[in-house]
């Protein structure tokens, strides 16, 4: 089993920035993918960035390239968004996700089999 935490989210103004972070604990050994992911109120939930948790190989939703970068720290099994140039369509919650699948190809929501219980950011403008 796999708990993750996230934590960091807010209230920032248009512009700004913040830092989501993702603590993994529990059978953390078995890793292949994390994501972010976020759902707007009325809206479906979205992938915004995944990473492979060894070679570090990253993808972004078209949305939120040049603005949002997603790392990671092994050695802490930390998961991190740093999102810069905030606007009001970034307002979601976002929620961290592990999968434990070995895939060559894109990660789909269906692949993740844990999940963080989600941070709300609000972007005010």
């Known amino acids: 089993q796999v708990q993750l935490v996230e934590s960091g989210g807010g209230t920032v103004q248009a512009g700004g920035s913040l830092r989501l972070s993702c603590a993994a604990s529990?059978?953390?050994?078995?890793?292949?993918?994390m994501g972010w992911f976020r759902q707007a109120p009325g809206k479906e939930r979205e992938s915004v960035a995944t990473?492979?948790?060894?070679?570090?190989?990253?993808t972004y939703a078209d949305s939120v390239k040049g603005r949002f970068t997603i790392s990671r720290d092994s050695a802490k099994n930390t998961l991190y968004l740093q999102m810069n140039s905030l606007g009001p369509e970034d307002t979601a919650v976002y929620s961290c996700?592990?999968?434990?699948?070995?895939?060559?190809?894109?990660?789909?929501?269906?692949?993740?089999?844990?999940w963080g219980q989600g941070t709300q950011v609000t972007v005010s403008s």
């Open positions: 996700a592990a999968s434990m699948r070995y895939l060559s190809g894109t990660y789909s929501l269906r692949d993740y089999e844990y």
């Open positions: 529990g059978r953390t050994f078995s890793t292949f993918a």
């Open positions: 990473i492979m948790w060894h070679a570090g190989t990253t």
